[in-house]
């Protein structure tokens, strides 16, 4: 049995460096293992479970959430977000830097990619901030730091990928993202208000004054994406409805509010339909890859020997999730993060659960883990995102995003500590 371990293992990474696609890897390494190890009928096997792959109802949620996002990005989302916050962040410490932060925790939550979140929020404030005096470094490592909510505050891809691929509840991983988002993005704020408390240099004085009829002008502004975020989420949280519904709600939502600042034009639309059938076809991929590997996995008994052998270590949950994490952390260095859930769900999901964590935790922790991974190089994708708008080298983006890498590191050793924090909102839902 460990020889066929290290053969699967052995044909991933010689199909991962060859720069083969990591759906076409995922089921080519499944078909093989299958006809080295088992006498079965591999294609007949191979049609059936990518039918039922690609038709899960589940999935219906994905290319409607994209949608949404792609739709609210061709929108003047990023310059109504930022006339919303500024009343009210100018004279908080730390000033209108706090607009990164709360912009992309807004955006977040209409959106289901962190990539996204980065580039719609990041084209209008570093633009302002830079014209501001603020500093360079601070204002380019909070828009990749924060950047990486996009995958936490729910709708999140990520979490529809995991909920496809273990069967979990998506709406339960949806409720279950919330407090963590909320913590993640209070944490980025008071490292920001600290360092401007710290380092006067580092955060200019705002000269402009805001009247409480400015700032209440600037909820105008913030409205129709509040709104959204309110009919989406809330629908899901009574139970008026399910996240295809949801999904399908934001993208008429995304279409009044393009409706409404005149940005429905038949290109955008165009552009944010093609981008949402690569997105989508790009990941539906991936899944039917991942979910055909998982079940050869299973065939060849690989999950079991894997949990008896981390079992034989001895290193207890809390051992085991440190493990995971600093694993997770060097292949986040490598590759993007639906293909770290794609390539490992099949080996760590059983492991961990059979541990003793909740699916749910686990999926929370596994998306914060591949948060990670967006502003670690050399393949950070909101660090290619935040080079793209400033021109800087990536090796000083993540310098400048280190701080908040490191405080979602922290944030995975409080919810191990106290896993009620994302499991109790759920249960509390849905018990």
């Given at each position: 049995?460990g ?45 059936q ?28 989302l ?46 209008i ?38 909920g ?14 919330i ?27 705002e ?35 399910g996240?295809?519904?949801a ?31 690569r ?80 699916p ?6 596994l ?38 890498f ?26």
């Open positions: 049995m020889s066929t371990m290290l053969v699967v293992a052995a044909l991933l990474v010689a199909t991962l460096s060859a720069g083969v696609w990591i759906g076409v890897a995922l089921v080519a390494v499944g078909i093989l293992s299958l006809e080295l190890f088992r006498s079965m009928p591999v294609a007949k096997f191979l049609a479970d990518f039918w039922t792959s690609m038709t899960s109802p589940e999935l219906i949620a994905l290319p409607l959430f994209v949608l949404m996002g792609e739709i609210l990005f061709h929108t003047k990023s310059e109504n977000l930022f006339r919303g916050m500024a009343p009210w962040t100018n004279r908080l410490p730390g000033g209108l830097m706090h607009v990164n932060v709360l912009g992309c925790t807004l955006f977040a939550a209409a959106s289901g990619s962190s990539v996204a979140t980065t580039a719609t929020v990041g084209r404030t570093l633009k302002e901030l830079g014209a501001r005096g603020y500093d360079r470094d601070l204002a380019m490592g909070s828009l990749a730091g924060a950047g990486t909510l996009g995958i936490l505050i729910p709708p999140s891809i990520p979490m529809i990928v995991y496809v691929l273990t069967g979990v509840s998506i709406l339960q991983l949806f409720v279950a993202g407090v963590p988002g909320l913590l993640l993005a209070a944490s980025y704020m008071i490292y920001i208000g600290a360092r401007a408390v710290l380092r006067h240099e580092a955060i200019p004085g000269d402009r004054h805001y009247s409480m009829r400015d700032r209440i002008a600037g909820l105008v502004y913030l409205m129709p994406t509040v709104l959204l975020i309110a009919f989406v989420i809330g629908s899901m949280y009574a139970g008026f409805a996240p295809s519904e999904a399908a709600v934001g993208v008429l939502g995304a279409l009044i509010i393009a409706a409404g600042d005149r940005s429905l034009a038949f290109s955008n639309l165009r552009q944010a339909a093609l981008a949402t059938v997105t989508s076809s790009m990941i539906g991929f991936i899944l039917a890859g991942a979910l055909f590997l998982s079940k050869a996995m299973t065939f060849l008994g690989l999950p079991a020997m894997a949990a008896t052998g981390i079992a034989g270590l001895g290193l207890g949950p809390y051992g085991l999730i440190a493990i995971l994490l600093i694993f997770y952390i060097i292949l986040g260095m490598f590759l993007d993060g639906l293909s770290i859930i794609a390539l490992t769900l099949p080996i760590t999901f059983p492991v961990v659960i059979g541990a003793g964590f909740d749910v935790w686990f999926g929370i922790f998306v914060i883990v591949i948060e990670m991974s967006a502003v670690t190089p050399p393949v950070g994708f909101n660090l290619f995102v935040v080079q793209a708008m400033t021109g800087e080298t990536v090796a000083r983006i993540a310098r400048a995003a280190l701080p908040f490191l405080l979602m590191v922290l944030l995975v050793g409080f919810l191990t500590a106290f896993p009620g924090v994302v499991t109790f909102l759920p249960r509390l839902a849905y018990s």
